[in-house]
Nanobody, 121 residues
């Protein structure tokens, strides 16, 4: 699994961004996928996760109703649609792949390089 996250950038509060994570290898559909983020000076935290089929998902309370995770197994891609962004969403966002759908980062074996999201007030 080789994960490449993209789509980060600078956006004003209330705006939207769409992050994508591409798995350049073929086993993508076998993995649960997660998004995590790390803000400056803070520990990495869970954002959202989706099952192998896309039929189950989890969200952190802080993003429920604003973020949507989805996946396209035909394109080896997982996306994170982020709406109503807040300055506190500013962080480096990481995608990750694991064998188990879980909210804890220890469940994920493979990590992308991260993409920076900055939300200005």
């Amino acid at each position: 699994v080789q994960l490449q996250a993209s789509g980060g950038g600078l956006v004003q509060a209330g705006g939207s961004l769409r992050l994508s994570c591409l798995d350049s290898e073929r086993a993508f559909s076998a993995y649960a996928m997660g998004w995590f983020r790390q803000a400056p000076g803070r520990e990495r935290e869970f954002v959202a996760a989706i099952s192998t089929s896309g039929g189950r998902w989890y969200y952190a309370d802080s993003v429920k109703g604003r973020f949507t995770i989805s996946r396209d197994n035909a394109k080896n891609t997982v996306n994170l649609e982020m709406n109503s962004l807040k300055p506190e969403d500013t962080a480096v966002y990481y995608c990750a792949a694991g064998w188990t759908l879980h909210q804890h980062e220890s469940a994920y074996n493979y990590w992308g390089q991260g993409t920076l999201v900055t939300v200005s007030s």
